[in-house]
């Protein structure tokens, strides 16, 4: 097979066509040499030259020489003598460029003998007149999967290997430390090489596995002639900013590391392909932040500096937090690449650097749309204990991102711990008292909170994106009431939206006028949707998560003519539509619906919302949208499961009974429900009938209304009747039918 698959192998195959020098440049590991030889060899002329134990301009002659088999003084002539197509091969060429004749010799080399292209392997750019670059970096996820595979003794071309994907996606795809990771592979599972910390993993070193297309016996052996070539104040810097995982933003590697030419050094370490160059800054390549912390581990300053690096992430992520004056579409994906520093310090020693993150983390997860990452930080966090300024703000996240029926005591605890000046806390438990009574449908008391919350003084203190989300919350429980004056206080949120530069804020401001205007403009709202749309697809990188693409259903061709219509020949706007529950949220897709059998529109969003109504804690009502959901026998499973939760076991079987499957998915949902039934009314045995009824029923299962009930009866399993939300159920980890957003 194509050696390691890689894609690079046609471009430098055509890069060696149309130029005459071409250096492959790329961190220590990368696959560098392999991928010249595979095109030296395939050449119709090549030549190979290892130059890794080369030093000097004499030493680079000798080894021409050598691989020419020819005297010192014959290599001009017989490069020159070479047939046209020739590739000559220069392997580690970047430690000889420290002697100023080499890259002299090297371009008379290419003037003398016009007709070969010379192909080099290097981490820096050689610096020679028309040089062309080439950057070798990781291999995808499948195709490192494939080489751990080849390189371990299995089948690279068997069944998809999660873990073996999972690995090569741990290891940045750098396929020496593939091949080493695939040698131990040999001796321990795979597995256990997942779970080790990043600053093991320069204990791969074994013994080269077979086949192994790298000089190196080990990932030290790989990065220690980097780090020899290296001056003070590059090493310094490198070592420096070991602790940071995520982006190297030069501003935050100097204040971690104190010392003001860090972004010098930061250059410096891109272009000897240690680091690379990205978006606002640089990244790590592969396994150098577990080799630079290796380095930072035996200076006698390290947990100095690991301090200071903590205090700078922290520092970064609550300016971005606190100002998004650049927007939330750009600090937001400053804040996603944040997540994998802010981890690690909510498991730190100290608590206050431990609360510090935890409250960063709960804050942008909420306002990214990630509620279970939120719980979970603030939930860690407390649990292991927090200093008493920093309880508030976490029991607010607890009380905005957690079940429902815990809302009420992480509200009272939250006041509890509140101090005076704390405003964003004091708006955050406001709010999620307010989404408390909009939740439990008492929508009088949640608009009457809504316009306290809205003229409350401390909500003109807090930043805008705060702010605008307090008058979005007032026209949501006005346009979900059905009650009129809505437009105002959106207008507000847009306002505020606006002047924040918050792209997720704005984006549910649309939806929000979408839901208003559907109630007496239909025009109007599909217009409102269509830019909705457009400023979601505006939206790149992580601020706007899939989940949050939110949209409205709209039926513009006759049902019975869409339902003839192969899904994948449906005009678009089928393939993006969305269903809403009373409390707006987003229930269901139209995947759902068509996968939900029903005959008509208004049947498929009974059952939707039926489902929802269920999830959320609201049984009774399911049980109204359940029943105008026709006579489907998915709708018939839901009525009965909603008929249990409000105590009508009675009626519930008697419909299950009633119903008439058509199939084995009928079959196996009428099952799920009658499993649910069980559970609520605690029969004998209940619990084994219930798994019984899962094992049946995969969650891959393609018709989403058994996955939606599947759902639900897991979360009765885990939660008991009163399970709140697909929250719940997601946390069990139902499979990926399940949307990513409540």
């Not at 197509?85 to 008379?108: H, I, K, S």
């Not at 062309?132 to 003794?153: H, K």
Request: aromatic share 4%; charged share 25%.
């Amino acid at each position: 097979p194509r050696l390691l698959d890689r894609d690079e192998q046609d471009l430098v195959a055509g890069a060696v066509g149309a130029g005459r020098w071409v250096t492959l440049v790329g961190a220590p590991g990368a696959g560098k040499t392999a991928l010249a030889r595979r095109v030296v060899d395939q050449a119709p002329s090549g030549l190979w030259v290892a130059l890794d134990r080369a030093e000097g301009e004499a030493a680079l002659v000798a080894a021409v020489a050598a691989a020419l088999h020819t005297a010192v003084p014959e290599v001009e002539p017989r490069l020159a003598a070479l047939p046209p197509g020739t590739v000559v091969g220069l392997d580690n060429l970047e430690q000889l460029l420290d002697d100023a004749a080499v890259r002299p010799r090297l371009a008379a080399w290419a003037v003398e003998a016009p007709q070969v292209a010379f192909l080099a392997t290097s981490r820096a750019a050689v610096g020679l007149p028309g040089e062309r670059l080439v950057a070798v970096g990781g291999l995808s996820a499948s195709a490192g999967a494939r080489l751990f595979r080849l390189r371990a003794g299995l089948d690279p071309d068997g069944p998809p290997d999660p873990v073996a994907v999972a690995l090569s996606v741990r290891l940045e795809g750098n396929p020496f430390a593939l091949e080493l990771a695939a040698a131990r592979a040999r001796r321990e599972p795979a597995s256990a090489l997942l779970e080790r910390p990043d600053e093991d993993l320069l204990d791969l070193l074994v013994r080269r596995p077979p086949g192994a297309t790298s000089q190196h016996s080990t990932l030290r052996a790989a990065f220690d002639p980097a780090w020899d070539r290296l001056d003070a104040e590059t090493r310094a810097v490198l070592v420096g900013c070991a602790p940071i995982r995520g982006p190297l933003d030069p501003a935050l590697v100097r204040a971690a590391t104190d010392r003001p030419r860090a972004g010098d050094a930061l250059e410096t370490l891109a272009g000897q392909s240690l680091l690379v160059r990205a978006e606002g800054g640089f990244r790590w390549v592969g396994p150098v932040r577990s080799y630079a912390a290796e380095r930072l581990a035996r200076t006698p300053d390290a947990a100095a500096t690991r301090d200071g690096c903590a205090a700078a992430v922290l520092d970064a992520v609550e300016h971005a937090l606190h100002t998004r004056h650049a927007g939330l579409a750009h600090a937001g994906a400053q804040l996603w690449a944040r997540a994998q520093d802010l981890e690690p310090l909510c498991r730190a020693e100290a608590p206050a650097v431990r609360a510090r993150a935890a409250v960063a983390t709960a804050t942008w997860a909420l306002h990214v749309g990630q509620p279970d990452r939120a719980y979970a930080a603030a939930r860690a966090a407390l649990d292991r204990g927090v200093p008493r300024p920093y309880e508030a703000a976490l029991f607010a996240a607890l009380a905005s991102s957690g079940p429902a029926a815990d809302r009420a005591r992480w509200i009272a605890c939250g006041r509890t711990a509140a101090q005076d000046g704390d405003d964003i806390v004091h708006v955050e438990l406001a709010r999620a008292e307010l989404a408390e009574h909009r939740d439990a449908l008492r929508f009088s008391e949640a608009v009457a909170a809504a316009r306290s919350l809205a003229q409350d003084p401390r909500v003109q203190r807090v930043p805008p994106s705060s702010r605008g989300r307090v008058w979005l919350d007032l026209a949501g429980v006005l346009v979900l009431s059905a009650q009129p004056g809505w437009e105002d206080p959106l207008r507000r949120a847009e306002d505020e939206a606006r002047e924040a530069g918050d792209g997720l804020l704005s984006a549910h401001v649309l939806r929000l006028r979408a839901l208003g205007l559907a109630q007496r403009d239909r025009d109007a709202s599909a217009a409102c949707r269509d830019e909705l749309l457009a400023v979601a697809r505006g939206l790149h990188g992580p601020a706007l998560p899939h989940g949050s693409l939110v949209r409205l259903v709209t039926v513009e061709q006759p049902w019975g003519a869409l339902q003839r219509t192969p899904f994948g020949q449906r005009p678009c706007p089928f393939d993006v539509d969305l269903v809403f529950d009373v409390s707006g949220r987003l229930v269901a897709s139209w995947l759902e619906i068509e996968w939900a059998g029903a005959a008509r529109p208004e049947d498929a969003l009974g059952f939707s919302r039926s489902i929802a109504l269920l999830a959320a804690g609201a049984p009774a009502l399911a049980v109204q949208a359940a029943a105008s959901a026709g006579h489907r026998v998915a709708a018939r499973a839901v009525l009965a499961m909603a008929r249990a939760e409000v105590g009508d076991a009675e009626a519930a079987a008697d419909g299950l009974l009633a119903a008439r499957p058509r199939d084995g998915v009928d079959a196996r949902l009428l099952e799920l429900a009658s499993a649910h039934v069980a559970l609520v009314g605690r029969e004998r045995d209940a619990v084994d009938r219930a798994r019984a009824a899962l094992a049946a029923a995969p969650p891959q299962e393609r018709p989403m209304a058994v996955s939606l009930v599947r759902a639900r009866l897991e979360a009765v399993i885990a939660v008991g009747p009163g399970a709140s939300a697909f929250h719940d159920a997601r946390t069990l980890g139902t499979g990926p039918n399940i949307s990513a957003q409540p």
